[in-house]
């Protein structure tokens, strides 16, 4: 399957809401990111949006971006 940016977009997507996603205590939500300029520009502040919009705090933490290697 060709890659297209709407396929690339969900998973930038999905990386950001679903993979780093840690609950530290009840007053603190994180969220962990990977470094990238549509996340960091777009989509970082949309999700910041959101969550005050119901009333979280989000804490959004930089992840590394690396796969790990099955060697």
């Known amino acids: 399957m060709k ?8 998973a930038v997507i ?7 996603v ?7 939500f994180i ?3 990977v470094s990238h300029p549509r996340v960091t520009q777009f989509y970082k502040p949309l999700m910041e ?3 005050a919009d119901i009333g979280i705090k989000a ?3 930089e992840v590394g971006g690396e796969r790990a290697c099955g060697c």
Not at 3 to 10: E, G, Q, V
Not at 14 to 20: A, D, E, G, N
Not at 22 to 28: L, Y
């Open 22 to 28: 840690t609950f530290a205590d009840e007053d603190r």
């Open 31 to 33: 969220i962990g990111y």
């Open 3 to 10: 890659p297209t940016l709407r396929n690339m977009a969900l």
């Open 49 to 51: 949006q959101v969550y």
């Open 14 to 20: 999905s990386l950001l809401l679903f993979i780093s």
């Open 59 to 61: 804490e959004f933490v």
